[in-house]
């Protein structure tokens, strides 16, 4: 196995009036040739919002876009006619297709939103652009990686338009998971609250680590739970 890990405090940090933000590739006005992209995985961006603010409308072209509510609230509307609104648990998939502008904005006047936004370029091109979303509770998959977005969804399952498996993990210190892993295949780990082993390497929170080669992946815990996002993909 080999395994590229980021800590925290590599990843390019960015804050300008109402958004606090880290870009795990180049993106926007940050650019560096040897990191703009993992495979089919394209942006990776950890954004917290101020309140009353956020991303006005602006157009996307030929994207699957994940966003993961981690805290706080966020409104989605779009020029397809469509909104929605997001509270910490939500997982939204947007395909942006044949293009698509939308809004996302935090409406509380005290609390601030934070979420993970990810980009997976699809595998098929002139898609009609929709969404859709799904709570994800997190005591469901205590102790386990529960599949949340894939490309032939089952039951409570999202679809994204790629050959990518999108998990979420609480784990404990107590239990040992292990995540087999199909030939040929590379593992994106973000670690979003606590502290993780990996195979023997610790990750603390806001380290990443990019993956090759593997088998398996060995998650546990280290001192008290852990949250995490595993992104399995070609």
């Given at each position: 196995m080999q395994l590229a890990h980021v800590p925290a405090e590599k990843r390019y940090g960015f804050k300008e009036g109402w958004l606090e933000t880290r870009w795990h590739f180049s993106f926007d006005h940050y650019y560096d040739p040897a990191n703009v992209r993992f495979g089919a995985l394209r942006v990776f961006n950890d954004d917290r919002i101020a309140p009353d603010s956020g991303f006005d409308r602006h157009p996307?072209?030929?994207m699957e876009i994940v966003t993961v509510m981690l805290a706080g609230t966020l409104?989605?509307?779009?020029?397809s006619g469509g909104s929605a609104r997001l509270v910490a648990g939500d997982v939204q998939r947007m395909s942006a297709g044949t293009g698509i502008a939308h809004s996302e904005r935090n409406p509380s006047k005290s609390e601030a939103t934070h979420l993970l936004q990810?980009?997976?370029?699809p595998d098929t091109p002139g898609l009609r652009p929709g969404y859709e979303q799904r709570r994800f509770e997190r005591a469901a998959r205590r102790g386990r990686l529960e599949r949340v977005v894939t490309r032939d969804p089952g039951p409570g399952e999202l679809k994204i338009h790629q050959d990518v498996d999108f998990y979420l993990g609480t784990l404990v210190p107590e239990v040992e998971l292990e995540h087999r892993v199909r030939p040929?295949?590379?593992?994106?780990?973000?670690?979003?609250?606590?502290?993780?082993?990996?195979?023997?390497?610790r990750l603390e929170e806001g380290d990443q680590g990019r993956i090759t080669g593997a088998e398996a992946l060995r998650l546990r815990a280290l001192g008290k739970e852990a949250e995490v996002i595993l992104i399995d993909l070609a």
């Amino acid at each position: 196995m080999q395994l590229a890990h980021v800590p925290a405090e590599k990843r390019y940090g960015f804050k300008e009036g109402w958004l606090e933000t880290r870009w795990h590739f180049s993106f926007d006005h940050y650019y560096d040739p040897a990191n703009v992209r993992f495979g089919a995985l394209r942006v990776f961006n950890d954004d917290r919002i101020a309140p009353d603010s956020g991303f006005d409308r602006h157009p996307h072209r030929e994207m699957e876009i994940v966003t993961v509510m981690l805290a706080g609230t966020l409104e989605h509307r779009d020029s397809s006619g469509g909104s929605a609104r997001l509270v910490a648990g939500d997982v939204q998939r947007m395909s942006a297709g044949t293009g698509i502008a939308h809004s996302e904005r935090n409406p509380s006047k005290s609390e601030a939103t934070h979420l993970l936004q990810i980009w997976v370029l699809p595998d098929t091109p002139g898609l009609r652009p929709g969404y859709e979303q799904r709570r994800f509770e997190r005591a469901a998959r205590r102790g386990r990686l529960e599949r949340v977005v894939t490309r032939d969804p089952g039951p409570g399952e999202l679809k994204i338009h790629q050959d990518v498996d999108f998990y979420l993990g609480t784990l404990v210190p107590e239990v040992e998971l292990e995540h087999r892993v199909r030939p040929g295949r590379r593992q994106y780990l973000f670690v979003i609250e606590g502290a993780v082993a990996l195979d023997g390497t610790r990750l603390e929170e806001g380290d990443q680590g990019r993956i090759t080669g593997a088998e398996a992946l060995r998650l546990r815990a280290l001192g008290k739970e852990a949250e995490v996002i595993l992104i399995d993909l070609a």
